[in-house]
């Protein structure tokens, strides 16, 4: 016990027995498939998973080997245990728990080339990483949602193959990395890749205590631990003993443990009411109510074990067996005009009400219903003109509309330079100096921090035999010097600043455009706070523009900004960009390096400006300004509805910004996928 002194007991946790079970019952029977913990800040995830190591029982590996293989299944030894001339000498150890640290690289996860003992021997040697460390152990992933892709990637054909293959500077190994996973992540932090969530045996969702009597005791007993580990430990030393033994008891117990037949006909029906997909949770399902039955005393599952741990194979697993319908115009649109009589067509009288109808003169149904949109604020030939009905319109009052149904957004990230940065984030890629990131080409060493091996013994080997020859590097087999030295470049992920631009004007509320805008402006949000962007907020209409947000990585905030953002009034464009790029130009003041990007939302009209100009080319002009900040990524969000006329004023815009130009089904990442089925039919 002296080991665990300073890990807080795994029997004092108060509270969180699903947690605790779920963890136990991997304890009991690794092929349950490890468990992913979610739940807020301070409700005992890590404590618990770090708990667990003084209550597993030991396991048989030999002395010395890196790769922690059983001497019971010789098949799988490594290269060191296999040698003829070395007797494995077979010790017990306690079952590791290797924690992956978010920064961990490619190198120190998989393993890589021992560059010491190659300078020194000549010889290629494996370098083992945190993969072979975690072998028949638990490999431990704390805020396992924050993991770089390329991480995931290579934790994944792990788990699913039960092998790491390294392949690093000309060298191929294989070794087995058997492993149960644990993690822990925030869901207000971003989800979790589908791949890498299946991969979890179990889920637990984990809150903090709400019984006012079990705080106060939590209290207490995390004082008296700090104040004593030592005492605090001794003091639950038999019950962390008693469960021990318990769990070694039942390790023995569940060979024999029978899963009677009708079960996994109860298994099949729980899972496919859930919709879960695929195999794996029925699977999951049985070798979890398998290791509970033992860890029980019993030697028959149940229908009560099965019922039991059936909620934590499916709580992440299960789905809407249909996705909900989207929600009409005519349930988030309020109503503009409490007197507007009833029709025998509703519809068309609601899409009247932001904006009165032009009675200029008669014209087929669609462009006249077209027009009553778009031809009140554009009567002349010049859409940028204004008119008395321009004017009348925008002295209607300011309404509130509801956010529309949201979306998963399809990747927006800028283009990809030299620049070296450092941070965080999900968005773009970028280089960085730290030792973070993949490795994707060397470059010529500068102070040897990052050293690429393979470059560098390749820049060396030419000269090997002109050095040697000249008595340089005695007892060395390969000779460097400083102009050998190459260093590794690597990318990563990093978050960006993201500046909404939005249009509250009057012609926004026609058709449910406000309604469709404020959905697509949440679903941007929604992504920017699982990229860890940072996020502005600037809204224009009436005579003016404003900064409802400045930059923060408070998304919370900028949602609720949104929500409550009224819309009414002439489109101050102009006033709206400046605004936007003044944000902007502070912004790349304080940090010179950043990418920040632009995201303007409106359907480009523009009626009051800046200076005595034309509204339109007045717009324009400062668009083309813009875009001559290089830094500066800009996206155009077209909000004009598709109708037979369309003036096609954002599509203008977004050239003058040399910005990309969506509409707002374009940004749909499931439109991306359509696209892209219809184009593979087309060359099939």
Known sequence: MNHFINIFPFTAIIGQDDLKTALILNAVNPKTGGVLIRGEKGTAKSTAVRALSAVLPDMERHLGCAFACDPKKPSEWCPFCRRKDHAPVVVKTKIPVVTLPLSATEDRVAGGLDFNLAVQSGRRVLSPGLLADAHRGILYVDEVNLLDDHIVDIILDAAASGENTVEREGMAFVHP???????????????????????????????????????????????????????????????????????????????SVVFPGYLRTLVSELVMENNAAGHRADLVIEQAAKALSAFEGRKE?????????????????????????????????????????????????????????????????????????????????????????????????????????????????????????????????????????????????????????????????????????????????????????????????????????????????????????????????????????????????????????PPTSSVELAARLLSDMPVGGKTPLAAGLVKGFELVKNHLLREPDARPMMIVITDGRANVPLTGAKPLGEVLGIAEKIAGEPRLCSIVVDTESQGPVRFGLARKLADALSAACFRIDDLKAERLVEVVKRRREEYA
């Open 177 to 255: 990395s058997r492993f149960i996973l644990v993690g822990t992540m925030n869901p207000e932090e971003g989800e979790i890749r589908p791949q890498l969530l299946d991969r979890f045996g179990l889920c637990v969702d984990v809150s903090s205590e709400k019984d006012p009597d079990r705080r106060v005791n939590l209290m207490t007993a995390r004082d008296d631990f700090d104040h004593d580990p030592s005492a605090f430990a001794i003091r639950h030393s038999l019950q962390t003993r008693e469960l021990a033994e318990r769990i070694v008891s039942a390790r023995g117990l569940l060979p």
């Open 301 to 549: 599952v149940t229908v009560e074990d099965v019922r039991n741990v059936a909620g934590f194979a499916l709580m992440h697993r299960k789905r809407d067996a249909s996705p909900p319908p989207p929600p009409s115009s005519k349930n988030h649109e309020h109503d503009h005009s409490p007197h507007e009589p009833d029709t025998e067509n509703p519809e068309e009288n609601k899409d009247d009400r932001p904006e009165p109808q032009s009675q200029d003169s008669p014209s087929p149904q669609g462009q006249e219903e077209e027009r009553k949109e778009q031809g009140s604020e554009h009567p002349a030939p010049e859409p940028d003109a204004d008119g008395d009905r321009d004017q009348e319109r925008n002295k209607v009052t300011d309404s509130l509309f509801d956010v529309g149904e949201t979306f998963k957004v399809k990747k927006i990230a800028p283009p990809k330079d030299r620049v070296v940065r450092n941070g965080s984030g999900k968005r773009s890629r970028t280089r960085t100096a730290m030792k973070q990131g993949r490795y994707v080409k060397s470059g010529n060493g500068k102070d040897g921090h990052d050293i690429a091996f393979d470059a560098t013994l390749r820049a060396a080997a030419p000269y090997q035999l002109s050095r040697k020859c000249g008595g340089e590097g005695q007892g060395l087999a390969v000779v460097l010097k400083n102009q050998d030295i190459r260093e590794k470049i690597r990318e990563k992920r990093m978050g960006n600043f993201l500046l909404f631009v939005v249009d509250g004007s009057g012609s926004m509320g026609a058709r449910g455009r406000m309604t469709a805008s404020k959905g697509a402006v949440m679903s941007l949000l929604l992504d920017a706070y699982q990229k860890r962007d940072k996020v502005a907020l600037v809204t224009f209409r009436k005579d003016g523009a404003w900064v409802n947000l």
